[in-house]
Each structure stands twice: as structure tokens, then as C-alpha cells.
């Protein structure tokens, strides 16, 4: 937006941006393109999406083109914080007033104001916030979804100054014709914890937390390889958006399987690991009447992510996955096993070995890191554990964010 401003255009391309979003699943994927889209038509440097919950503002997104410049950036959006829904901090009095909130300096706001800027974020990172556009996102009934925060609106020659007024007054329609779908990525996400929540009864080890950072691991490794292998954004978002899911039902199968070998203490005979490599199966059967490419990628990762690279994996050749007398066949080899599941095997696998067991304590990241670096190109592609290792700062943000809760 600027001296060329046009509103017909404005209103078009956000009803196009709400018509992409409506073909996205997952509600990382939904925040990130809500927020380019909103500080393409601001010019905004910066910004947060904060999304309720628990009566809270839970920091949920952030975008910023002067600090975040490679892959490891990617790390910010996993930071977990949540901030309470008072008048005193800027995104809180945008939530409880339900009001566009336009700030021309954040350094410069009136002491008579309820609301103040926190300068700790600048004075750790050595940005400096000024002009900031704070916009709260309604659903269709009025209800309170969250907050878009945009920093530093930039003009053509790149100097920051105040949002332009068309800002203050087209900008709320993109963010409530957003809300639509991020709660939509909100039902979706929680849908699949739940699904895994009745495997988490059959198998302890599947727990919610466990296949969150498995579905990230595998979104940010894919995004490592598709940046270094030039994919187009769109294409790149799309798939991940897809893979973000899809990996979090990589174990949805072992609801098939019987307690009495997914519980058992001790080592389990050639007969019992026949039935768990089963579970393959079980999980891609699952997919059977495909309505999406998001099925059809949770059936690939549920029945191949037990392949290995050099062979030797589960379930192998299996012609007729239907069949009641399904046997395992010829394992899969090199780029016969889908990508997304050559992914989900190193997420996996990460997480089984840095996670704590009833027969094993967690290991160190750098330990669980040789493992993957002195399997690859037998168990594991080598690309794919070429591009975990670039990300490993990423990793640790997963990781910190996604924690095992005590049990009782």
C-alpha cells in the first residue's frame, strides 16, 4: 500500500489470499501465509501471531526479514511463551478491546496509556521496533481467535515510518476472513492428537508431544531440502504443509496391534515382531478412501517409513495391502521409498533414540546425531540426514517446545 494505492486491488488480492488459505491443513502453514500476505500489503519488516488459548495469548508465529535471513531463523517459530490477556502489554489491549491498535513509535507511547512497549526483544536482539500496526483476528461470530502483530512499515525506498491509514482499514478484513482458517488448523492438528491419543493407550511411547516433533522435524527438514535444491515456495509450503500432519500419523497403525506385544517388558520372538511390522499396513489402510493429497502422503509415510535406504526394511513389495493374507515382500530401495517417508524415518528415528524409555534413558543429541550421520546410506538417505544436520539448532527449538509432560 502506498500513493498508488488501489482499493479494488487491495480487496482482490486479499480474497485471493483467503482463497489459498482455504486450501491449506495445517495451522503452522495457515499463520505463515496470513502473516506474508498481511506485511506484503503493509510493508511491514516484521510480525507475530499470537492465538488464544487457555484465556492466554499464546505467541504462535513471527516473521523478520532484518533478523532472520537462513534456515536457522526457523528456530523463532517454535519459541514458546504466552502472554496474559491484561490491558498493560500492546497485543493484550488490542485482545480486550477488540480494536485496531496503530502505534507511530513504540518508544514514544503516551504514559497515560494502560499499555507500554516491552524493550526486551530489541535490546537482545539489536532490532528496533518503531511503528507497529496490532490487529485483533474475529471469528465469523465475533469470538476472539488471536492477534496479528505487524513491526516497522517500510516504504519504496525502504525507510521506516507510521502504517498508512489503508493499512489501519483494510488489513482487519484479512485477518477476520483469516479466522476461518486457522481455526480450521487448530480442529485439524488437535483431530490427529486425538486419533494418536487412542494409540498412546496401546503404546505409551506414542504420546502427543513424541509425534509433534516428529511432524516438525519432518517439516523443517524438507524445508532445508527443498531451499537447497531451488523448489518454489509455493510448492515448498505446500509440502510441508501436508508433511506436518501426515508424519504425526506415521504410527496410527499399533491400534491394531495387541497389547500384549506392545506392552510387553522383554524382547519380543521373531513370531510378535512380524505382527508389530504389521502396523505398516495398518496405519496405510487407514487412508483407504483418499479424498486429499494429505491422505494420500499420511498412507506413503504409515506404510514405508520402515524402508531403508540400502534395503532390509518393512513392509516391502506388498501388492495387496487389502488382503487378508498380507505378507511382508522385497523391501524398497533408494528413491523407490516416497520422500516423505525417507523424512519421517530420520524424524523418527531421532526422536525414538533422544526420547526417555522404559527400557533406556534418553541419549544426547550428539550421540543420536553419529547414529544418523553412520546409518546414512544404509538405513537412511543421505540427503535427508545431510539436511538434519544443517538444522540442528531447529531441532533443539522442537524439542524445548514439544516436551514430555510427568506422569502420574
Not at 519504496?156 to 480450521?184: D, H, K, M, W
Not at 523448489?231 to 515448498?236: A, D, G, P, R
Not at 514405508?304 to 540400502?310: F, I, L, Q, S, V
Request: charge should be negative; glycine fraction near 6%; proline fraction near 4%.
Amino acid at each position: 500500500m502506498g500513493n498508488d494505492f488501489c482499493p479494488d486491488a487491495t480487496v482482490r488480492t486479499i480474497l485471493k489470499a483467503t482463497e489459498e488459505l482455504n486450501t491449506l491443513n495445517d495451522v503452522d502453514t495457515i499463520l505463515d501465509k496470513i502473516l506474508w500476505e498481511a506485511r506484503q500489503l503493509s510493508g511491514a519488516d516484521a510480525g507475530s501471531i499470537f492465538l488464544v488459548k487457555d484465556g492466554q495469548l499464546n505467541f504462535s508465529y513471527v516473521q523478520n526479514d532484518t533478523l532472520f535471513q537462513t534456515d536457522e531463523s526457523n528456530a523463532a517459530i517454535y519459541t514458546d511463551f504466552a502472554l496474559p490477556m491484561t490491558e498493560d502489554s500492546i497485543v493484550g489491549y488490542a485482545a480486550l478491546t477488540g480494536e485496531t491498535l496503530v502505534i507511530d513509535d513504540a518508544y514514544e507511547i503516551e504514559a497515560t496509556k494502560p499499555y507500554s512497549f516491552n524493550k526486551s526483544f530489541d535490546e537482545k536482539s539489536g532490532y528496533r521496533t518503531t511503528s507497529m500496526l496490532n490487529l485483533p483476528i474475529k471469528s465469523h461470530e465475533n469470538k476472539l481467535v488471536g492477534v496479528m502483530q505487524l513491526i516497522n512499515a517500510r516504504n519504496r525506498q525502504g525507510e521506516v515510518g507510521p502504517f498508512p491509514a489503508e493499512c489501519v482499514t483494510y488489513l482487519p478484513l484479512l485477518a477476520n476472513n483469516a479466522s476461518v482458517a486457522i481455526q480450521r488448523g487448530i480442529i485439524n492438528r488437535e483431530l490427529i492428537l486425538r486419533m494418536m491419543q487412542m494409540a498412546e493407550m496401546r503404546d505409551p511411547t506414542e504420546t502427543g508431544p513424541h509425534v509433534q516433533r516428529v511432524g516438525a522435524y519432518c517439516a523443517e527438514i524438507y524445508h532445508r531440502m527443498a531451499t537447497k535444491r531451488g523448489v518454489c515456495i509455493k510448492e515448498t509450503k505446500r509440502y510441508r504443509d501436508h508433511i506436518r500432519l501426515a508424519a504425526m500419523l506415521h504410527d496410527v497403525g499399533k491400534v491394531g496391534i495387541s497389547d500384549t506385544i506392545l506392552k510387553k517388558p522383554g524382547k519380543l520372538t521373531n513370531e510378535e515382531f512380524a505382527i508389530i511390522k504389521m502396523h505398516t499396513v495398518m496405519g496405510a489402510r487407514l487412508f483407504k478412501n483418499q479424498t486429499s493429497d494429505l491422505d494420500h502422503m499420511s498412507m506413503e509415510i504409515a506404510l514405508r517409513h520402515h524402508e531403508k535406504w540400502a534395503g532390509n526394511g518393512y513392509p516391502g513389495n506388498v501388492p495387496d495391502i487389502w488382503s487378508d493374507s498380507v505378507q511382508p515382500g522385497t523391501p524398497l530401495t533408494g528413491k523407490a521409498i516416497p520422500l516423505s517417508a525417507r523424512i519421517c524415518a530420520v524424524a523418527d528415528v531421532f526422536d525414538a533414540l533422544t526420547s526417555h524409555r522404559s527400557y533406556k534413558d534418553a541419549w544426547p543429541n550428539e550421540k543420536a546425531y553419529m547414529i544418523l550421520q553412520d546409518d546414512a546410506g544404509t538405513h537412511f538417505d543421505p540427503e535427508v540426514v545431510e539436511a538434519f544436520m544443517d538444522i540442528t539448532g531447529v531441532i533443539k527449538a522442537i524439542q524445548a517446545k514439544y516436551q514430555e509432560q510427568p506422569h502420574d
